[in-house]
């Protein structure tokens, strides 16, 4: 098992910036695919981020198009933790972040239903 905590969202003004941090604990989840996902009131859960493992060592980063360029992942294997580094925030990205993992090496990173592990979720709220 392993248990996520998500840890970083506030209120912030738009063009601010926030760090999200997605700590794992029970596993050590190095090779893990970890997501991002979020969801506004009233909307489905979107994809937004995610740091998948391929080839042994290398880690692959993949963004929705909507953040492309202002988000970055990022994983400390020395933490177990997974980052989402948020710039330029603009009210559109207000939602609750929640973290996501799974062991294997996830083929469709965007889909929700291929991950088993979720955390609690964040709230981020951008300011106009």
């Known amino acids: 098992q392993v248990q996520l905590v998500e840890s970083g969202g506030g209120l912030v003004q738009a063009g601010g910036s926030l760090r999200l941090s997605c700590a794992a604990s029970g596993r050590t989840f190095s090779s893990y695919t970890v997501g991002w996902f979020r969801q506004a009131p009233g909307k489905e859960r979107e994809f937004v981020a995610a740091i998948r493992r391929s080839g042994g060592s290398t880690d692959y980063p993949y963004y929705a198009d909507s953040v492309k360029g202002r988000f970055t992942i990022s994983r400390d294997n020395a933490k177990n933790t997974v980052y989402l580094q948020m710039n330029s925030l603009k009210p559109e990205d207000t939602a609750v972040y929640y973290c996501?993992?799974?062991?294997?090496?996830?083929?469709?990173?965007?889909?929700?239903?291929?991950?088993?592990?979720w955390g609690q979720g964040t709230q981020v709220t951008v300011s106009s």
């Open positions: 996501a993992a799974d062991p294997l090496d996830v083929r469709w990173v965007g889909r929700p239903a291929e991950y088993d592990y």
